[in-house]
């Protein structure tokens, strides 16, 4: 579990703070973040990097929302060497929605959704691929993909680029919301500094803590952005 930090800036500096989780966290916990620590934003791993949706992601996320936390997102760390990108982001998108999870969609809010009362899609399973009405039990806000590690990449950034843009792809036909996960130390070898996805927000690490973007130095396009940890 770690710290991540969200600045909101209108006139004046504020910091929102959150956590992303790779783990299973259950109510109890997400309570104790958010009495205790001031948490009210989470992002829960939703797929692994071994190529199969996260089994506890869906749980973390309903157990998030059934304690009030009030945005919840979730992220994908992909699996390169898996192949099919729109795949990948297929199967985490169905899981979710398997598991009761709504991906809200641009505009859409979760007290809106949550407000229809007894509301249900159509979800595919992720591995069978049947289908079945589901009851909307929690949402997600938007999903990060998560690009780090070179040792999870191809050697070549064209290659990479090429990947990231079939998630992409997918997640906007899809209708979902997207944001990138990455630092420059991480994109520069693995994209080759692409702009090609500058305009999707930028969550990026610097383990400093600082809750500011005042340490932040543009690269991959990215001029300013939307999260720190």
């Known amino acids: 579990m770690f710290a991540a930090i969200l ?6 500096a504020l910091a929102t703070y959150g956590v ?14 958010k009495s205790s620590y001031g948490a009210n934003f989470a992002i829960v791993r939703v797929y692994q ?3 199969y949706p996260d089994p506890n992601g869906a749980a973390s996320i309903n157990d998030a929302r059934a304690v009030g936390i009030p945005y919840v997102d979730g992220y994908i760390f992909p699996c390169y060497s898996c192949g099919n990108p729109a795949g990948q982001m297929d199967d985490a998108i169905n899981n979710l929605q398997w598991n009761g ?9 979760h007290d809106e959704i949550m407000s229809r009362g007894n509301h249900t899609v159509q979800a595919k399973h992720p591995v069978e691929g049947t289908l079945k009405d589901v ?3 929690a949402t997600v806000g938007m999903l990060w993909i998560d690009v780090e590690g070179t040792q999870y990449w191809s050697s070549s950034p064209s290659a990479n680029v090429n990947f990231i843009q079939g998630m992409v792809d997918e997640g906007n036909n ?3 919301v997207l944001g990138i996960y990455t630092s420059n130390s991480q994109w520069s070898p693995i994209a080759g500094g692409s702009t090609q996805f500058s305009g999707y927000p930028l969550w990026y ?4 803590n600082w809750a ?5 130095s543009s690269f991959g396009g990215w001029s300013w952005p939307a999260m720190t940890q």
Not at 7 to 12: D, E, K, Y
Not at 212 to 216: A, N, Q, R, V
């Open 7 to 12: 600045a909101l800036i209108p006139a004046i």
């Open 20 to 33: 992303d989780v790779s783990q299973r966290v259950y109510q109890s916990t997400w309570s104790c973040l």
């Open 49 to 51: 990097s071994n190529g």
């Open 101 to 109: 999870v709504y991906l809200l969609k641009k505009g859409e809010t």
């Open 135 to 137: 009851a909307v039990t």
């Open 174 to 176: 899809r209708g979902v």
């Open 205 to 208: 690490p610097h383990y400093d």
């Open 212 to 216: 500011s973007f005042g340490d932040f």
